[in-house]
């Protein structure tokens, strides 16, 4: 199994890590104030091909291995956390026409998205489902010339200036999971979809989630590859979405870890340096081994990804890289002592990040509920 980018790849990774730092990074907090992320930034972020990392080249992307993806995710979380939500998110709806959708679908709507001229979302939770998204209710009804569809979506990243939402709809109650499909939806385009104001948000603030009604009538062509193949589409989306999620706990965790060496290096208690305290060194310790850990754990399972199942690769992954970001961000906080409380250091912005980290693309009890389901298989 291979672990590291090709010397190819690691150009392209040295390449976005140029724009992390140079660009991403110097806003992270005013982003976090402003509760959003401008749009000169993305555009800066497509120019270095970010939006089409998870794409082959035929469609647009750079064709590069999951490995090299993962590190490139880690790179923009570092930088910025909600800016690595945005492009996260715009994976999800795209690897959802990739996997989900017919040939001729792709072709007319990847190329676009890879190089960031539309955004993407990924419609999936609705206020009564979340865990469990077999519960939704929106529901599509077939009708002379296309499909109505009508429900309410929620905590949806990027739907409220997104070019285009994949949301998914009953198509059958009868059939189960069976009976879930997948649409195409163009919000700006298509009259029936009313967003509400963004969700106040703890953490990834300049990432916004929105809630969205919609009752509209859309074309044969919105269904997105076979009817009733949705869920499978979902879940195989999110297999792929969580070592992203890893990918970003490694990004912030290695921002917090950072800061934490140099801060324990820099302040000094009774004429010696914090790094010299015992209780301090060993929590350094303590950062470092969980990071690698989980570095090793989501470059596992990003080789896994490239080469069949992983499954319950991307979920350990997630599992551990997600619960590691808490506690290296909460210990880099506390080696800061009172200035990592305050908003003129980056820690408690690292806190609040991470905390999603925990909840979304299945929470990490249902990473546990993944991991011991495919253990005992
Ligand atoms: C910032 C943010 C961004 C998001 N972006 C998107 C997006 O782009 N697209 C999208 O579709 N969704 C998105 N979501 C939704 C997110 O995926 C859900 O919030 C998440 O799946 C949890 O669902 P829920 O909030 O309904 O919690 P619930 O499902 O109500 O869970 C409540 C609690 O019960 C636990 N629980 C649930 N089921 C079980 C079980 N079987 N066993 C043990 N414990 C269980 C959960 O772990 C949790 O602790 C986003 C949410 C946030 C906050």
Redesign the pocket.
């Known amino acids: 199994m291979e672990l590291e980018p090709t010397p190819d790849e690691r150009e392209l990774i040295a390449a976005v890590a140029e724009v992390a730092r140079g660009t991403l990074a110097p806003q992270a907090a005013a982003a976090d104030e402003a509760e959003r992320v401008a749009p000169e930034v993305l555009k800066t972020l497509a120019s270095v091909g970010v939006f089409g990392l998870n794409l082959p080249e035929e469609l647009g992307g750079p064709g590069i291995g999951s490995v090299a993806m993962s590190h490139m995710v880690a790179e923009v979380a570092q930088a910025c956390a909600a800016t690595a939500?945005i492009i996260t998110?715009h994976y999800?709806a795209t690897d959802a026409i990739l996997l989900g959708a017919t040939d001729e679908q792709r072709r007319a709507l990847l190329p676009a998205a890879a190089e960031g001229r539309t955004i993407g979302?990924?419609?999936?939770?609705e206020p009564g489902?979340?865990?469990?998204p077999v519960e939704m209710s929106t529901r599509a009804v077939r009708t002379e010339d296309g499909w109505h569809l009508k429900g309410t979506?929620h905590?949806?990243?990027?739907a409220g200036f997104a070019d285009f939402i994949v949301v998914f709809a009953i198509t059958d109650p009868e059939a189960g999971h069976h009976g879930i499909s997948a649409f195409l939806v163009e919000p700006k385009t298509t009259p029936g979809v009313t967003f509400n104001t963004p969700e106040k948000?703890m953490g990834?603030r300049g990432?916004p989630?929105y809630e969205f009604v919609i009752d509209a009538h859309l074309p044969e062509s919105a269904l997105l590859g076979t009817e009733g193949d949705g869920f499978r589409t979902a879940m195989q989306v999110l297999d792929r979405g969580r070592i992203e999620v890893a990918a970003m706990s490694l990004g912030v965790s290695r921002a917090a870890l950072d800061a934490a060496i140099a801060w324990a290096k820099e302040r000094k208690i009774s004429g010696k340096p914090i790094n010299r305290l015992q209780d301090i060194a060993f929590k350094l310790a303590d950062m470092h081994t969980r990071f690698r850990a989980a570095w090793l754990l989501t470059m596992e399972a990003a080789a896994a990804r490239d080469s069949g199942d992983f499954t319950l690769e991307s979920a350990t992954a997630k599992l551990f890289a997600s619960e590691a970001a808490a506690f290296i961000t909460d210990e880099a906080l506390q080696i800061h002592g009172g200035y990592g409380f305050t908003r003129d250091f980056p820690l408690e912005r690292y806190v609040r990040d991470v905390r999603?980290y925990r909840?979304?693309?299945?929470?990490?009890?249902?990473q546990r509920?993944i991991i011991s389901r495919a253990l005992s298989k």
Request: proline share 0%.
């Open positions: 939500s998110a999800l979302a990924f419609g999936l939770t489902a979340g865990s469990n979506k905590f949806i990243t990027n948000t990834l990432s989630i999603i909840i979304y693309e299945g929470s990490s009890e249902i509920t």
